[in-house]
């Protein structure tokens, strides 16, 4: 049986508040189902929602995530060469991002050595 977490218990779990759930939800980024009126959530959307975080680390604009998440979500039903330029570009913008981190944090090492 799959866990099911409502938003209280998802928001603990990833040390993020309900509010926070409730924008990803809003800009369309997560989509629980719902019991009545309450928000249920399953392991697909905590493992959305621990992608969406990690981007959000990353600093990636909401906008950006939403992108990634699509690119996610379209690998599962659409051919590789669909969208393959699109995963090439992230990666290129990932790995300059990573490049100008690991700079950033051997020149503080530096100062922090002197």
């Known amino acids: 049986m799959e866990p099911i977490f409502t938003i209280t218990e998802l928001a603990e779990a990833l040390d993020v508040t309900p509010r926070a759930i409730r924008l990803y939800e809003d800009k369309g980024l997560l989509d629980p189902r719902r019991a ?6 399953g392991a697909d959307d905590r493992n ?5 975080l990690r981007a959000k680390r990353l600093g990636l604009s909401l906008r950006k995530i939403g992108e990634f998440l699509e690119l996610h979500d379209r690998s599962n039903g659409t051919t ?3 969208i393959q330029p699109r995963i ?3 990666i290129e ?8 981190l690991e700079t ?3 020149e503080l090492r530096d100062l922090q050595g002197r």
């Open 93 to 100: 913008q990932f790995e300059t991002q990573r490049d100008d």
């Open 80 to 82: 590789p060469s669909e």
């Open 104 to 106: 950033t944090i051997a």
């Open 36 to 41: 009545g009126k309450t928000r249920v959530y």
């Open 48 to 52: 959305r929602l621990e992608r969406i």
């Open 88 to 90: 090439r570009k992230l």
